[in-house]
C-alpha cells in the first residue's frame, strides 16, 4: 500500500471525531501519483472550512486532494 494513502488513512482517521461531532464524515477514495480523492457528507459537503485539506498538507504539502 502506497505511503500517501496509509498517511491521508491515518490523518483522516484522527480527524473523524471532529467531522463526527460536526455531523460530517471523510473518507479516502484512492491515492494516484500525488492526488488524493476524498469522499465527504453530512455537512462536510458545504462547508467552508478547510480542516481536511489543511490537516492533510500539514503532513503532505505537495499533494493535490480532490473533494467528491
Given at each position: 500500500m502506497d505511503k500517501s494513502y496509509i498517511l491521508i488513512t491515518e490523518i483522516l482517521n484522527s480527524i473523524a471525531p471532529l467531522l463526527?461531532?460536526?455531523?460530517?464524515?471523510?473518507?479516502?477514495?484512492?491515492?494516484?501519483g500525488n492526488r488524493a480523492v476524498i469522499y465527504c457528507g453530512g455537512h462536510c459537503i458545504d462547508c467552508s472550512d478547510k480542516c481536511i485539506e489543511d490537516a492533510i498538507k500539514e503532513?503532505?504539502?505537495d499533494i493535490e486532494i480532490v473533494f467528491l
Open positions: 463526527k461531532a460536526h455531523k460530517g464524515f471523510a473518507e479516502l477514495g484512492e491515492v494516484k503532513k503532505l504539502p
